[in-house]
């Protein structure tokens, strides 16, 4: 009986797995949330792509914008990941953390850009211009560093 559980439960997984689909949407598509903080946030920049995934029963979707910035995006809409890879996250987006979370990073790291902002269930990870990865909590102490 075990045995039958176990293969039950393997094929289902491998059931999942194989309906992840990745498809082109109209930025139109993206929920009301997600279209208030692109505008929000990057006004006048151009929406180049997004990306609706499939993953079992749910979506997320990334909006890639023509400044470089890619955003990941919740099935909710919620944001979770904001990238400008060699970019500054504007100041809007470091407005929305704790504010101990920038003041460290100038304190600590001074002259480094934060070019990502993702969110963690921990709290927050950030990305510096000098390639580090910084983990917070979700008040804004700092855990230490990604490895």
């Known amino acids: 009986m075990k045995r039958?559980?176990?293969y039950t439960a393997l094929f289902v997984s491998i059931a999942f797995v194989a309906c992840d689909e990745e498809k082109m949407i109209r930025a139109s598509d993206?929920?009301?949330n997600s279209i208030a903080?692109?505008?929000t946030h990057f006004p006048d920049i151009e929406i180049t792509a997004v990306v609706e995934e499939t993953e079992?029963?749910?979506k997320d979707y990334t909006v890639y914008l023509a400044n470089g910035f890619d955003i990941d995006?919740?099935?909710?809409?919620?944001w979770d990941d904001v990238d400008g890879h060699l970019s500054a996250v504007p100041?809007?987006?470091l407005n929305l953390l704790p504010k101990n979370v920038p003041d460290y990073v100038i304190g600590v790291f001074p002259g480094c850009l934060i070019t990502e902002v993702n969110?963690?269930?921990?709290?927050?990870?950030?990305?510096?211009s000098n390639g580090m990865d910084l983990k917070f909590n979700s008040t804004g102490g700092f855990i230490g560093t990604d490895d």
């Not at 969110?119 to 510096?128: A, F, V």
């Open 4 to 6: 039958i559980m176990f």
């Open 30 to 32: 993206l929920p009301a």
């Open 37 to 39: 903080f692109i505008e």
């Open 56 to 58: 079992g029963f749910g």
């Open 73 to 78: 995006f919740t099935r909710s809409g919620d």
């Open 91 to 93: 100041e809007s987006i």
């Open 119 to 128: 969110r963690e269930h921990y709290g927050y990870e950030i990305g510096l």
